[in-house]
C-alpha cells in the first residue's frame, strides 16, 4: 500500500510526524494563517495527544483525561490537515518519503519530526515487567488497571518508581496520594500500600538546587516512602527487582521514568542522530543532516546549546518551528533560536502543592500549585476547539 502526499502541479507538501508540544502550535499557527498551495499532513499513532505537564495532575485525580489530552484530529482539520493514525517506521531521505507502520508511503518536500521520547528499561527483565511512563496513553492503560486492582483488591500492594528526577518524584507522589485516597474512600487501609523511589544518582533531583532536594527528601520522608539513591536498578522480574548493590525489593508494581531514547526506526534514517538516538539539529531547528528536514521537542538534541529534556523547551519550540516551516515553505531565510539556560519549574507533590524551582530558588506553597494549575488550563484552552469535550472530574 502506498500514498504520495503531492499531487501533480500542487505546491509543496509538509509532513508533521508525531503531535507533541510543538506540533501542536504548529497546526494551531497553520490554521490561523495557512499559506496557500501549501498541502499538510499529519501523521500519529494516536489521535490524542496528551499534556505531559498536567499527567501528574490527572494521577493524583486533580483532572480527568479529557482535560489532559488534546484532539490532534480536530486541530488537523482546523489547519485544513490531513491526519493520518499511523506509525513512522522509517525515512528515506533520497526519495522524500516517510514510511508507515500500516505500509502507507507519504512523500514530502519538508518534514518535521516532534515524536518526543521513550524512557527504556535497559535492566534484564524490565522492557517485560516494568512499563515505561512514555508514551503516555499506554502508561495511562497500566495506571487504569492498577487503580481498579487497588480498589478490587484488599492485600498489600508495593508501588517502585525507578527515576530520581521531577518526572519519577512528581509522579510517585501524585499515584501515592491517589491511590491512598481510593482506599479511604472505600473503607480499606491505606498503609497496605507501600511506595519505593530509586535513583540511579547519589541524590534525587540531580539537575535541581539543594534547597529543593531538601524539600523533597522531606516530603518523601514524611509520607512513608522509602528513598534508595545511589541504587541503579539491574534486574527486574514479575516478583520486584533488584539494584547494585545486589539487594532485592519485593515489588507488584513498577515504573520506569528514566533513561529516554530515541525510536528505533530513526536510526535507519540518514539522519544525524546522538549517542541516546536523539535527532541532531541546528538553532533553526533543522537538523544538521538535511535543511529540509526539522526536529523538536525531546526528540531533538541542539549541537550548540545542550538542554536537558523538558516539556517547557518543547512548548517554547513550538512558534521558532512553525515560523522557519512557513520560512523554508517560502523561499526565505530561517531564523535562528536560542533556549534559555534556566526555567522556573513548577513541581507537585500530589496534593495540590508545589515547589518553585529556578537556580538557587526553592519555595513552596498551595498558592504555587493554583499557579501552575492556571498555566497549564490556560496552554491547554489554546488548542480547544468548539465541541471538544473537557471535564474536571477523577482522572477516570
Known sequence: MSGVSGRPGAGPSLVLIGGGHSHVEVLRRFGRHAIAGVELTVISPDRYTPYSGMLPGYVAGHYSWSDVHI???????????????????????????????????????????????????????????????????????????????????????????????????????????????????????ADRLEFMLFSRGRHILPTHSPRVRLRFQRVLARRGIALYCDAAVTAVDESGLRTRDGQWHPADEVIWVTGASGPDWLRGSGLALDSLGFIQIRESLQTITDPDVFAAGDIASMVRHPREKAGVIAVRQGPPLAANLRRSLTGRPVRAWHPQRHWLALISTGDRYAVASRGSLGIGGRWLWHCKDWIDRRFMRRYRLPGDRTGSGPGT
Open 71 to 189: 484532539d490532534l484530529a480536530r486541530l488537523a482539520r482546523s489547519a485544513r490537515a490531513r491526519f493520518i493514525q499511523d506509525g513512522a517506521k522509517g525515512l528515506a531521505l533520497r526519495s522524500r518519503t516517510v514510511h508507515c507502520e500500516s505500509g502507507l508511503a507519504i512523500d514530502w518536500d519538508r518534514l518535521s519530526i516532534n515524536v518526543g521520547s521513550t524512557p527504556r528499561p535497559e535492566a534484564p527483565g524490565a522492557a517485560g515487567h516494568a512499563v515505561a511512563v512514555k508514551p503516555i496513553y499506554r502508561f495511562n492503560e497500566r495506571w487504569l488497571a492498577l487503580l481498579e486492582r487497588v480498589r478490587r483488591a484488599g492485600g498489600r500492594l508495593r508501588i517502585a518508581v525507578v527515576g530520581g528526577g521531577a518526572g519519577g518524584v512528581e509522579l510517585l507522589l501524585a499515584m501515592q496520594f491517589r491511590l491512598r485516597n481510593e482506599c479511604t474512600a472505600l473503607g480499606q487501609d
